[in-house]
């Protein structure tokens, strides 16, 4: 007969605190086999039956035991230990950073990862692993255009008022146009690659059979989108185009329209005297961002233009078209903001930016 284990006096707390770790699904499983051999060796279970029971050794059973009347509750769980040796601790950082904010070696025009680690002779997985915990990717970029225009705030002002403020009774309309779409036509589908990834395959060579314009008006107020698609964007095609979007609502409203400086939309004169409900109002130079048509125009290239394959321009136009309806039936108002960009940010250093 297999020795009996000492017996281990349990509190009904006690009692209920184990039971309670063996009910926890999401115990670590080492945690519930202890819980498991304390409350077999409370009840006198012979300790080679417990150790049958639970598929280890005797000396096991021993061991936890003893750690529970020595400890209680805590000593069922694991000591922190000191673990291996940080290879790559503070100092590491401090050089990966402070290299970033030196010249690139010759020939590269800005640090990576490869060039990071060959230069401090260390694991170039350690490089990337630093870089990810940082947040830093050295191969994407941001840019900004700042506005010169000396008329920039009182102009940003009256389109940012339009937008959070219009007149009563009025309607706010975004308009621009998206020139030179190509209807391409090329080979499209998925590839697997050498990783294992499957990814959106296009073929490098394809056929051009020529181009759109699309005019496109948004109503700030109810996302809609009123678009229009022509051959050219002459002064012709634009006015054409207001002229339709115009006739859409009531002679009496009053309806202000936010352009960019293009030509085509500046000395419109005998329109704007022909529709005196309208009114244009020109975003700052170098500021068509204010533009909110803009963001759609984004969504548009990226959902109907980007990897698309087209044969002919009226596939190109009928897309567009089905885009547009699909698009209308659920459109919602933009939640329009900017990031302010400041131009001295481009100055602080990577080390400021990580702190």
């Known amino acids: 007969m297999g020795r009996v284990a000492k017996p281990v006096e349990l509190s009904q707390q006690g009692r209920k605190e184990l039971e309670a770790i063996l009910s926890n699904s999401t115990n670590e499983a080492r945690l519930v086999q ?12 012979a300790i080679k039956r417990i150790a049958e029971k639970l598929d280890i050794r005797p000396n096991t059973v021993i061991f936890w035991r003893d750690r529970y009347r020595k400890e209680g509750l805590k000593g069922l769980y694991d000591r922190s230990r000191s673990g291996k040796p940080v290879t790559y601790g503070e100092a590491f950082r401090n050089n990966v950073l402070q290299l ?29 692993r630093l870089l990810r915990q940082k947040g830093i990717c050295l191969s994407r970029q941001r840019s900004w255009c700042v506005s010169t225009d000396p008329e920039f705030i009182p102009k940003a002002a009256d389109i940012i008022g339009l937008y959070l403020n219009p007149p009563v009774n009025a309607i706010v309309l975004s308009v621009d146009e998206k020139p030179s779409m190509q209807a391409l036509e090329r080979t499209t ?13 296009l073929k490098s060579t394809y056929k051009r059979h020529g181009t759109l314009n699309l005019f496109a008006a948004l109503n700030v107020a109810s996302g809609q989108i009123d678009g229009k698609i022509t051959n050219y964007k002459k002064r012709p095609d634009f006015l054409g185009f207001m002229d339709d979007v115009v006739a859409g609502y009531s002679p009496e409203r009053e309806i202000h329209v936010i352009l960019d400086n293009y030509c085509i939309h500046k000395k419109n004169d005998t329109w704007l005297k022909e ?9 700052p130079t170098s500021a068509s961002w204010l533009n909110q048509v803009e963001i759609w125009f984004g969504i548009m290239s990226r959902k109907v233009l980007r990897g698309a394959n087209f044969a002919a321009t009226t596939e190109l136009k009928t897309a567009i078209e089905k885009y547009l309806a699909a698009y209308n039936k659920g459109a919602r108002p933009f939640v329009w903001k900017k990031r302010e960009v400041v131009g001295s940010q481009i100055k602080n250093t990577i080390v400021n930016l990580c702190n």
């Open 189 to 201: 589908g998925y590839v697997k690659t050498s990783s294992g990834k499957i990814v959106r395959g």
């Open 100 to 128: 970033l904010e030196t010249p690139p070696p010759d020939g590269l025009a800005a640090w990576d990862g490869p060039a990071v680690a060959a230069r401090l002779n260390v694991s170039k997985d350690a490089v990337w």
């Open 34 to 45: 202890r819980a498991k051999i304390v409350l077999l060796c409370s009840e006198g279970t």
């Open 275 to 283: 529709h005196p409900n309208v009114f244009f109002h020109f975003t």
